[in-house]
């Protein structure tokens, strides 16, 4: 089996086809390929501890049927990445997504972070292989430390000027540095809380030459909160899609179900057709965390999932 590489060399597209004894010795840029037909599977898998999250992915495949074509793994800023776990994923030819929390953004701006930034791109390079960064995500939510709402100026609305700002620095620090296996993903939330005209998505939008995939967080929380109520897959994905599938191929990077408000089985059911409706969506990563957000609870949430999984509408792995 031989994964799919881009590799995009000076003036020029090319695809080659990649194998671990081939990893990281082109000076051209080797990036996950994005598909030319149906979409990536992934999933972030809760583990009880770093020990035993290969365990858990096992467990989880074999539940749903089918092997995972990407991974997402949480890092705190601090966080030394890529680490053992990243290893197994290449190995068992899934791709690696790092999904990596943020200081206040001030402190990016200061420069104060640049040996840390330049730390993770130079194990990045050294690691060879094709993966994902998600820095940064959902910074129009008012929950992330880097968001918009808790990193503007007294009086001021900058938030999102600073998040654009120091993902560039963070970006240009990585290529600086040779860390060019790196897809970077650049994922807000489905919505902008609070939905203000400051705080809308496009104003955190780095640029073209700097996101190569636009992800996005989509759940439904059925009638859990006050202020929720059920919403289909493609009703949840439909305003990022507007604005960026002409630009950007769309990952939805987090994206999982209540039990309350609604049929679960049907909500997952609902996935395919959406993806036959948003054919640039190209990427579909699941947050299972048991109980509340989980596609193996109750029992025609599985099957529902199991038949979903084994569709046309996702890619085999390899």
Same mark, same amino acid.
Not at 10 to 34: D, F, H, K, M, Y
Not at 64 to 76: K, S, W
Not at 169 to 197: L, Y
């Given at each position: ?98 999904? !990596?929390?943020?200081? $206040?953004? +001030? &402190? ?8 840390? @930034? #330049? *730390? ?63 897809? !970077?993903?650049?994922? $807000?939330? +489905? &919505? ?8 809308? @998505? #496009? *104003? ?115």
């Amino acid at each position: 089996m031989k994964r799919h590489l881009q590799v995009l060399a000076i003036g020029i597209v090319v695809l080659a086809n990649w194998s671990p004894t081939t990893a990281g010795r082109a000076a051209a840029r080797t990036v996950v390929v994005v598909p030319r037909s149906g979409a990536y599977l992934g999933a972030y898998v809760q583990a009880p501890n770093w020990a035993g999250a290969s365990r858990s992915i096992a467990e989880f495949e074999s539940s749903i049927g089918r092997r995972l074509a990407i991974d997402n793994r949480f890092y705190g800023w601090n966080e030394s990445f890529p680490t053992r776990l990243q290893s197994v994923d290449e190995a068992q030819w899934r791709i690696p997504m790092i999904t !990596w929390k943020a200081p $206040p953004l +001030g &402190e990016i701006l200061s420069g104060s972070q640049d040996a840390l @930034i #330049a *730390a993770r791109a130079d194990a990045v390079r050294r690691f060879g292989a094709p993966l994902f960064i998600r820095w940064g995500w959902e910074m129009n939510g008012y929950w992330t430390e880097w968001s918009g709402v808790r990193n503007n100026s007294p009086g001021a609305h900058d938030g999102p000027s600073k998040y654009v700002r120091a993902w560039r620095r963070i970006h240009d620090i990585f290529q600086r540095e040779g860390a060019t296996t790196v897809s !970077w993903v650049w994922a $807000p939330n +489905g &919505e902008s809380v609070p939905n203000t005209s400051w705080n809308r @998505i #496009a *104003a955190f939008y780095p640029g073209d030459e700097y996101v190569d995939w636009v992800g996005l967080s989509a759940y439904n929380w059925g009638t859990t909160r006050s202020w929720s109520h059920w919403e289909a897959f493609g009703k949840l994905v439909r305003a990022v899609y507007s604005q960026y599938a002409g630009r950007k191929p769309i990952m939805v990077a987090e994206t999982a179900s209540v039990n309350t408000g609604g049929n679960k089985a049907r909500w997952i059911a609902g996935i395919a057709p959406a993806l036959r409706r948003y054919p640039a969506i190209k990427a579909v990563l699941l947050f299972e965390r048991p109980p509340d957000w989980s596609v193996r609870s109750p029992d025609p949430a599985l099957s529902a999932f199991r038949r979903l999984a084994a569709s046309p509408s996702f890619r085999p792995v390899g």
